[in-house]
């Protein structure tokens, strides 16, 4: 299946992305350039590798953000990873840090200039709702409580106040992504195939996914729809349990899937970041995206494990 993402009556040609180095930065970048358009990568560095790029710093926003007056769309990836170490207080404020504060300088360096892009995508997580069990959400699901649905709510609270400059934004809240080249399915690549993969804890918990190539193709159709805007889950409509999910990847990976990883033990391993990232349960469905029209090209995850671990 395939969704056009050219519907926008007025065609955005030109997208600046933060975090075009990144996993879903190059994919995107990719996906765009494939469909002519221009890209402006806003990098901590000139230059690089990016034929045009601008220097920006997350505390203080664009160094020069008259550039953004030639830019119809922007995307916002950059931010910490949540999974680059355990959650510490340091690790706990580079994480809020880096999103907050990054969002609200780049909606400053939006404000300063007179011809605004038409939307802001930002990237959100769907660790906004929090551990919720078996019970379905969608976009108009509240909140939940901790860590992580406090970072969200403050993160998407900083990209909505480009809604009083004028420009369309969109709350992109990304579940696991699943790719070789990098993010959750990277890390489970190699103890699948060395016959280590099991169950994480009770195995009960729902797990929210996505491709990465469905993912870039849902921040473009948000990007390009003008009726899409606010919170959008991108998952695909077919949450897993645990168990599931584990099954799935040692079917793919052609490997068992005996030994599992104990509740307590992940707790020890990797603290307070094992409850929000491996034992919360969030049953998250798509409903934005279904209703404005988008199709996923891999929304069964046997058929999304083959067609990433062979791209």
Not at 98 to 112: D, H, M, N, Q
Not at 127 to 137: N, S
Not at 166 to 190: F, Q, T
């Amino acid at each position: 299946m395939s969704t056009s993402i050219t519907s926008s009556p007025s065609p955005i040609k030109t997208v600046a992305i933060s975090g075009a180095s990144g996993l879903v930065g190059t994919a995107l970048t990719a996906l765009l350039h494939a469909e002519g358009k221009s890209v402006l990568a806003m990098t901590r560095k000139d230059g690089g590798s990016y034929q045009d790029s601008i220097r920006w710093d997350p505390a203080t926003g664009l160094t020069n953000p008259t550039r953004l007056e030639s830019v119809d769309a922007v995307v916002h990836l950059a931010g910490e990873s949540i999974a680059a170490g355990r959650w510490n207080s340091a690790m706990k404020s580079k994480i809020r840090t880096s999103r907050i504060e990054g969002t609200r300088s780049l909606v400053k360096s939006i404000a300063a200039v007179e011809k605004r892009p038409k939307v802001l995508v930002c990237a959100s997580a769907i660790g906004f709702y929090g551990d919720r069990g078996a019970a379905e959400l969608e976009e108009s699901s509240a909140a939940g409580t901790g860590f992580l649905p406090d970072v969200c709510r403050e993160w998407e609270a900083e990209a909505n106040a480009a809604k009083d400059l004028g420009v369309r934004v969109v709350n992109v809240r990304i579940g696991v992504v699943l790719s070789p080249k990098g993010g959750a399915l990277a890390k489970m690549i190699l103890p699948f195939k060395l016959g280590l993969g099991g169950i994480v804890g009770p195995g009960t918990q729902y797990w929210s996914w996505i491709g990465l190539s469905d993912l870039v193709r849902v921040i473009a159709f948000c990007m390009n729809n003008e009726s899409v805007a606010g919170p959008v889950n991108a998952v695909s409509p077919t949450p897993l349990t645990n168990k599931e999910f584990t099954k799935e990847i040692g079917k793919a990976l052609k490997r068992p899937t005996v030994f599992p990883l104990p509740a307590f033990m992940a707790k020890i391993v990797l603290g307070e970041m094992a409850d929000a990232l491996l034992l919360s349960s969030a049953r998250v469905l798509p409903k934005a995206l279904q209703k404005s029209g988008f199709e996923f090209q891999h929304p069964d995850l046997a058929e999304c494990l083959k067609h990433e671990l062979n791209a």
